[in-house]
C-alpha cells in the first residue's frame, strides 16, 4: 500500500505519465520506501522554491535525476550556493543551468565542478564574465571530461591556426561547439566546405572568425543540399556561407529555387 500510495501521490504531484512514472520507479526504487508527505514532498518543495521553478521544469529535474528525490536538501542547496556564487549568477541563470543539466545535483561541487570550471577558465583564459556566459548557454559544459574537452579545443585550433585568442572568441561566441565531436562533425564539416568551396587556410580561418555559427550548421542538412542546390543551378556554391543564417525558403528564393523541404523542416544546426 505504501508504494501504491507513493507512486499516486508521485504521479499526480508532478504531472507524470506512465512511462515516466515507470522511468522515475525503475532508476530510484528506494523511493518506494519513503513517505510522500514527510521526505518527498518537503524535498521538492524545497528544490523547485530555491530554483524558482514551475511544475513543469520541476518535472524535467526529476524524470532526468529520479534521485532528486532522496537527496538531503541541505547539502543539494550548499552546492547550488557555491555555484552561483562562483559564477556570479541571477537566480534565473542557476535556474536556467539546472533544467539544462539536472545531473548537476548529483555532482559533488568541490571534487568534480570546481576543478572543471577552474581548467575551462584556464585553458582558454576567459574572463568572469566569458565563463559565466559559456555555463549558462552551455550547462553541460559542467559534466564535460576536461581531458577529451583539451583535446579538442588543442585539434580546432591546430586545425583552423588560431591563436589563443581567436579560439577563446569562436567558444564565447559559440558555446555549443564545446559539444561537437571533433572527428565527427567539426573536421568533416571544415574539410568539406575547404574542399567544395576551393578555400584557402586562411580563408577558412577568417569564415569561422568572422561567423563561429559556421561551426554549428549541419553538414547533412544545411551544407550538402544547398551547395548541391547551387551547382544544379549554375550559381556559385560560396553563395551558401552568405546565406547560412537564413531558412531554407528564404535561402533557396534568394537563388530564386524552390525549397527541397517545407520551412517547418528547416535542419539547420
Known amino acids: 500500500m505504501q508504494a501504491l500510495h507513493v507512486c499516486d501521490a508521485l504521479q499526480e504531484r508532478l504531472a507524470l505519465n506512465d512511462a515516466d512514472l515507470r522511468k522515475v520507479i525503475l532508476r530510484m526504487p528506494a523511493a518506494l ?7 518527498i514532498e518537503p524535498s521538492l518543495a524545497k528544490l523547485q522554491a530555491r530554483l524558482g521553478l514551475n511544475d513543469a521544469m520541476l518535472k524535467k529535474v526529476v524524470v532526468a535525476l529520479p534521485s532528486t528525490l532522496g537527496y538531503n536538501t541541505a547539502n543539494v542547496h550548499i ?3 557555491k555555484l552561483q556564487t562562483r559564477l556570479g549568477l541571477t537566480d534565473v541563470q542557476l535556474q ?3 533544467v539544462g543539466l539536472p545531473s548537476l545535483l548529483s555532482l559533488a561541487y568541490d571534487s568534480n565542478v570546481a576543478p572543471s570550471l577552474c581548467q575551462l577558465q584556464s585553458r582558454l583564459k576567459l574572463t568572469e564574465d566569458e565563463l559565466r556566459k559559456v555555463v549558462v548557454r552551455l550547462p553541460p559544459v559542467l559534466a564535460y571530461n576536461t ?3 583539451a583535446a579538442k579545443l588543442d585539434k580546432l585550433q591546430e586545425r583552423l591556426g588560431l591563436s589563443d585568442a581567436e579560439l577563446t572568441k569562436v567558444v564565447v561566441t559559440l558555446p555549443a561547439v564545446l559539444g561537437y565531436s571533433y572527428e565527427s562533425n567539426l573536421e568533416p564539416k571544415l574539410d ?3 574542399g567544395e568551396l576551393l578555400l584557402s587556410q586562411h580563408r577558412l580561418r577568417t569564415i569561422v572568425l568572422y561567423r563561429p555559427a559556421t561551426l554549428g550548421y549541419s553538414l547533412a542538412h544545411r551544407y550538402r543540399p544547398r551547395i548541391n542546390a547551387c551547382r544544379a543551378a549554375g550559381i556559385d556554391p560560396g553563395r551558401v556561407i552568405d546565406g547560412l543564417a537564413l531558412a531554407d525558403a528564404r535561402f533557396y528564393s534568394s537563388l530564386g529555387l524552390v525549397s527541397p523541404r517545407p520551412e517547418a523542416e528547416d535542419w539547420g544546426i
Do not use: A, E, M, P
Not at 520506501?33 to 521526505?39: C, E, K, R, V
Open 192 to 194: 568539406y566546405l575547404q
Open 79 to 81: 552546492k547550488l550556493d
Open 33 to 39: 520506501g519513503l513517505h510522500f508527505s514527510t521526505n
Open 96 to 98: 536556467k543551468i539546472v
Open 147 to 149: 581531458r577529451s574537452l
